[in-house]
């Protein structure tokens, strides 16, 4: 068995917030960026000859679709109708309303989750059965823990996947709240979770996991971005990344530069294979004029006009080097507080938890209360490191 997970592809997303100085050439990649990434998937499907997709939640990026991106929609899906490939989706938190809305009609292979947990049924030419179980959201939260009306695998089944909008937690928080156990006790074969626009990994066997979203959507969501290409070895269902975004966000860091040239040169030739945004942070000593030339936009300008056709720079600034800021093993506490958030932002327990470990630890340190506990705790440490 072979099929697509595929989350959180928003399409018809604004991109609100992009420097108002980007190229027209430029605006329409961008605005254009997840429909060809969702167009790299339906391609990808075809030549891949899945057995079928599941996409859980946020097809759209609003509740309300245009005309125009639902024909794309429509005509894509037609192609893996064309080769017999049928998709299996939910509505998420974002596009929650978008079954509601007078939509064109979805083509025959298209299966839509109700608002109420339901499972559906497919014999694959190999004749083996797979059920699949799945929930649509009715509004923007979804603060019940849909999860206790997910039915357990049976008998009757070969394969069991479970496709699910929604974030750790308890009764209560706004996005359908699970707790892994919750998952594990249903004895699935797969979760193909959305909602976390960063893959992660919850649990290995069976897989539980996110596979972010298709394209990144801001500076934020650094990284490649696409989906997971799922196929059974020995009965497991094993999910491999494959990459689809138009795009791709990078955050550098530069170190050894000492002027505006130095800066430039570096950026300038800075080595990409395809489309990519920089979001560009100097950590070094640089002289009074050229900081002066950086904060005010001039040297982000003089880059823009030499950058190559797949490069853009989105943002350029400077911050004070880590060695006039020690003194006597002291560190400002401005700094630390930075590198505590950068280190949090994109540290995530999950994937410091093997299999090994209780299910209840792992539980309790993936829910907000363990998560809590453990930024405090590293909190603790680093102000006991500055003594």
């Known amino acids: 068995m072979k099929f697509i997970h595929a989350a959180d592809i928003h399409l018809g997303n604004p991109f609100i917030g992009l420097d108002q100085q980007l190229p027209d050439d430029l605006k329409t990649i961008v605005q254009q960026s997840t429909l060809t990434a969702f167009k790299n998937l339906i391609r990808d499907a075809i030549i891949q000859k899945v057995d079928f997709l599941v996409m859980p939640g946020d097809l759209y990026s609003t509740t309300v679709s245009s005309p125009k991106i639902q024909d794309i929609v429509s005509q894509q899906f037609d192609r893996l ?3 017999n490939i049928p998709v299996y989706l939910s509505f998420g938190n974002h596009d929650f309303q978008a079954d ?4 064109l009609p979805w083509p025959p292979n298209v299966h839509v989750f109700n608002q109420k947990v339901e499972t559906l049924y497919l014999t694959l030419k190999t004749g083996e059965n ?15 823990k849909v999860i206790t009306s997910y039915p357990l ?28 156990s919750d998952m594990l006790s249903k004895n699935y074969d797969y ?41 059974s070895e020995n009965h497991l269902l094993v999910p491999k990344f494959r990459e689809a975004a138009e795009i ?30 920089l979001s560009v942070e100097i950590i070094a000593h640089v002289d009074g004029a ?3 030339r950086i904060v005010g936009g001039i040297t982000i300008e003089k880059i823009r006009a030499q950058l190559p056709k797949k490069l853009w720079v989105v943002s350029l600034r400077v911050r004070q080097n880590l060695s006039t800021m020690l003194a006597k093993d002291h ?25 090994q470990a209780p299910l209840v630890v792992r539980d309790y340190f993936m829910s907000p209360e363990g998560e809590t506990l453990l930024r405090d705790k590293m909190q603790q440490l680093i102000q006991a490191r500055k003594v």
């Not at 797979?130 to 019940?144: E, H, W």
């Not at 909602?195 to 394209?215: A, E, K, M, W």
């Not at 170190?255 to 800066?263: G, H, L, T």
């Open 100 to 103: 509601k809305q007078q939509h």
């Open 130 to 144: 797979v059920a699949l179980t799945g929930f649509s959201y009715q509004t923007p939260r979804q603060t019940q």
């Open 290 to 292: 050229t900081s002066q």
């Open 331 to 355: 560190i400002d506490q401005i700094y630390w507080q930075e590198a505590y958030e950068a280190i949090m932002s994109d540290f995530n327990i999950a994937n410091e938890l093997s299999n």
């Open 191 to 231: 979760w193909a979770l959305g909602h976390i626009h960063v893959r992660q990994t919850l649990n290995q066997t069976p897989f539980i996991g996110y596979s972010g979203d298709l394209q990144g959507l801001n500076r934020k969501e650094v990284g490649a971005k696409g989906y997971y290409l799922v196929e």
């Open 248 to 277: 791709t966000w990078e955050q550098v860091t530069l170190e050894d530069v000492k002027n505006e040239s130095d800066i430039i040169s570096q950026i300038v030739n800075y080595n990409v294979d395809q489309m990519t945004f």
């Open 153 to 180: 695998k049976t008998g009757l089944v070969d394969y069991h996947i479970g496709l699910y909008h929604g974030a750790l937690g308890i009764d209560g928080d706004p996005y359908a709240p699970f707790a892994l």
């Open 81 to 83: 109708n064309a080769a």
